[in-house]
């Protein structure tokens, strides 16, 4: 797929990715076998029919394409931009066991892009059935709970304690990876369907759970609040001027448009040497706004290898064409500040690889004596997510397990009546098509648990 040049694109926060031309995507559409039994379809979260729509594309049927998929996928232009295709849908292609894959991602991206271009269609929705649902959160999980809910007849309210819709899509993702036109533009097609959404209401304060089923008129509830807590090192300085979560970082870049300074009196400070910790994509988009933000030098350190990196591979290939440094076997022990309490130095110890741990990848152990010193004025820590606390303590009889996570079956139902809960506020941090699979089979036992009460 056409990109923007590294030495062009790390100057800018514009969308690296530049899509398939028409010509492209009829040359990768007609690479799709057809397979009589597709596996391509079992690595999909939200069981798009894929080969439906790769022919349909392939023929040249776009509006049929791209209604294909939105049979079961409300947000295509937002997955065909940030679904880890390769370890989904792409996994499974035939084709990949002798060569590359069909680009399904790409594919989708070019559907749901030249439809968003001539203005959406909007599809038929059952009748209503007088039945309220409240959807809390409108990131991915919450977003596909409300629009399947909404074709099925159901009058859904969506309520989201920040200040724009879209979760991670819009606090997390830089825009030079999913811009954020992209995000509203699906999220007001959703509108479109006539879900309701209520922005700056923080369930837990604003209104209880409780509150909303015997007060508000709901007769159902879905939490999708994601997890938006950050998660830190515990190491000593860690408390010094210059250190930021991720969360922290790229609110400020992302909603606050800190790149946007001066036109937006909201700046951030980022120094000549940046470090960041961490391995996945939340590192890489850290690390990647440094350097548009103006960084001299911007280096992420990861405790395991490169193979183990749970980034994708494409964007650990973008960062490091853009002139993103990666050292790893290596964890920070501690932080070292200036007079001034600003951090100058980062100790780290030199780390070798283990035995496999719970999550299948090689632990990392430390070398002992091998502890070395690194110059940095602005440290971004990357390590992860826990699920916010507010709703969990607010709620009694929710059962959460001691990591905050809400306990929920495979189609997201709670211990209270009427209460279901998907996403990563049940599994933890995961991926946003795993997040809007929990929410497509929540929406799926809402509905049954709605028609079936008198």
Request: glycine share 10%.
């Amino acid at each position: 797929m056409p990109k923007q040049p590294p030495e062009v694109r790390k100057h800018n926060f514009n969308e690296v990715a530049l899509g398939y031309t028409e010509e492209q995507a009829l040359e990768e559409a007609s690479r799709c076998l057809q397979c009589p039994q597709p596996q391509c379809v079992k690595g999909c979260p939200v069981e798009i029919d894929i080969p439906a729509f790769i022919k349909l594309l392939r023929d040249g049927k776009y509006e049929e394409g791209i209604k294909k998929i939105k049979e079961k996928n409300s947000l295509p232009a937002i997955c065909g931009r940030v679904c880890p295709q390769e370890e989904q849908c792409q996994k499974y292609c035939v084709l990949g066991k002798v060569g590359d894959p069909v680009s399904i991602g790409r594919l989708e991206r070019f559907l749901a892009d030249w439809e968003r271009a001539r203005g959406f269609n909007i599809p038929d929705k059952a009748p209503p059935t007088g039945k309220r649902v409240a959807i809390i959160g409108a990131g991915p999980a919450g977003l596909t709970a409300a629009a399947d809910l909404a074709k099925l007849g159901h009058e859904v309210v969506i309520f989201e304690a920040l200040h724009l819709p879209g979760g991670v899509l819009v606090y997390g993702i830089p825009e030079f990876r999913l811009p954020k036109s992209i995000v509203q533009a699906e999220v007001d097609y959703i509108r479109k369907l006539g879900v309701e959404l209520k922005l700056g209401y923080l369930i837990g304060r604003t209104y209880t759970i409780p509150e909303l089923l015997k007060e508000r008129g709901f007769d159902a509830v879905f939490i999708g609040t994601g997890a938006g807590l950050p998660q830190f090192l515990g190491v000593p300085g860690e408390n010094l001027g210059g250190i930021y979560s991720a969360n922290e970082f790229l609110i400020r870049v992302n909603l606050m448009k800190a790149y946007a300074f001066p036109e937006y009196d909201t700046p951030i400070r980022i120094g000549k040497h940046v470090v960041v910790i961490g391995g996945g994509n939340v590192a890489m988009d850290s690390a990647r706004s440094a350097l548009r933000l103006g960084a001299e030098q911007v280096c992420i350190v990861y405790r395991r290898s490169r193979e183990e990196m749970p980034a994708r591979k494409e964007e650990i290939e973008n960062a490091e064409e853009e002139g993103i440094i990666c050292k790893f076997l290596a964890a920070p022990t501690r932080f070292i500040g200036d007079e001034k309490g600003w951090v100058k130095q980062m100790e780290c110890i030199q780390m070798e690889l283990g035995p496999p741990d719970e999550s299948g990848r090689r632990r990392p152990v430390p070398v002992k004596g091998s502890e070395f010193l690194m110059d940095t004025d602005t440290v971004i820590i990357a390590i992860g997510r826990t699920p916010n606390p507010i709703i969990q303590r607010t709620t009694e009889g929710l059962a959460v397990t001691k990591w905050g996570t809400i306990v929920a079956d495979e189609n997201g139902k709670t211990s209270l009546e009427g209460v279901y809960a998907g996403g990563d506020i049940v599994t933890g941090e995961a991926t946003v098509i795993s997040a809007m699979g929990a929410g497509k089979r929540a929406a799926r036992a809402i509905h049954e648990y709605l028609m079936s009460k008198k």
